[in-house]
């Protein structure tokens, strides 16, 4: 079944069966950079999403409305804002990843150019990039802890002062909230599968690569080694594996993973109990014997096979983009019925989602199927 009648199956069931739907309490993002083959100079660091963070702080600055209808308007801004401070934080962290790599690759280089003036050069502009991404992103993530902190509070006193225009209790109006906003959702993730289905191109494949017809031959490979960032080497099995097998061996480590408070998100992780998103999913995929690249927007370049969302199957990887696909900042494993295994950020951690935990802004066309 497609992910589109799944989608509609699942929540129009829920529906009946409860009358109600739950909010989701998840921001959504804004863009990644893909890691260079050589370390940037200084003024090529993007210190844009410490801007776009600040900036979201402005909607904790309203003042309620006098009308329930330009009240919901300012819950609104206020949800969006959110979304864009989440979204500028896994930008800039994301950067920072894409530096390392390109740091580590600068280090080789260097290595070889050992006792020439190159070598030099090549050291200095990695660690400059690498620090200076660094350095961003650690700030990004103390802005984001300020964002979130005075957002949550504003969108507390909006709901309070809906509550005492619709004269019914905060709890109460809290509901009402939630499900509105569920069901607007919902129905913006159905228009979206269904724009997928019918007005989305194909992507172009290669069929000699297409992971599903090699299906017979699809095997575990050799070990995926030392993590890039700071963290212990991730062993991938040596059994052989069929795809099947292993997609659902990766999908079961992924949702287990996200069940337990143990695992924590971290920027630049890669385990074993800590992650960034890309390190998440590529530790459940190493679970089930395939290596993938270290970044998100490595891994959409590297999957073999593109599929559009409306044909999502468990095990796709589902990316964030701002700019188009030109990269990639956010990536997400498909665990079947509308949702997502992803670990996002220090206070939401490693968690399974709806598919459009914070809307569909940004969700990008196509899946990487492995």
């Known amino acids: 079944m497609s992910i589109l009648k799944s989608v509609v199956v699942v929540t129009s069931a829920a529906l009946i069966a409860s009358g109600a739907l739950t909010a989701s309490s998840a921001p959504a993002p804004t863009a990644g950079r893909t890691a260079q083959h050589h370390a940037a100079s200084p003024e090529q660091l993007n210190p844009g999403p410490l801007a776009a963070i600040t900036k979201s702080m402005a909607a904790a600055q309203l003042s309620p409305a006098k009308t329930t209808e330009a009240l919901e308007k300012q819950l609104a801004t206020v949800r969006a804002a959110l979304q864009d401070a989440e979204a500028a934080t896994l930008e800039a962290t994301e950067n920072a990843v894409a530096a390392e790599e390109a740091a580590t690759q600068d280090r080789t280089t260097a290595a070889s150019l050992a006792g020439t003036s190159l070598a030099a050069l090549g050291r200095s502009q990695a660690q400059v990039q690498q620090l200076e991404s660094a350095r961003l992103a650690h700030t990004a993530q103390g802005l984001f802890d300020q964002a979130e902190l005075r957002l949550n509070a504003k969108h507390e006193d909006l709901v309070e002062a809906s509550a005492a225009l619709r004269k019914t209790s ?18 913006e993730l159905i228009a979206a599968l269904e724009d997928s289905e019918s007005n989305v191109a194909e992507p172009v494949n290669d069929p000699a690569l297409d992971p599903e017809t090699l299906e017979s031959t699809q095997v575990a490979i050799g070990a995926l080694g030392t993590a890039s960032v700071a963290t212990a080497a991730i062993q991938v099995p040596t059994k052989k594996l069929t795809r099947t097998a292993r997609i659902k061996k990766s ?61 999502l199957k468990k095990g796709d990887l589902v990316f964030w983009s701002s700019n188009r696909g030109r990269s990639f900042y956010h990536v997400a494993m498909y665990v079947g019925n509308g949702k997502i295994a992803h670990a996002r950020n220090p206070k939401a951690g490693i968690s399974v989602t709806r598919l459009n935990y914070a809307g569909m802004r940004n969700i990008y066309k196509y899946a990487g199927r492995y």
């Open 170 to 187: 905060v709890a109460r109006e809290s509901a009402r909230l939630a499900r509105q906003s569920e069901s607007r959702e919902e129905a």
């Open 251 to 311: 999908v079961k480590w992924a949702k287990k993973i996200a069940k337990n408070n143990k695992y924590k998100y971290r920027y630049g992780a890669t385990g074993p109990r800590y992650f960034d998103c890309s390190g998440y999913v590529g530790k459940a995929f190493a679970k089930g014997g395939k290596k993938l690249k270290r970044t998100s927007s490595a891994q959409y370049k590297a999957a073999p096979k593109k599929v559009k969302l409306s044909k």
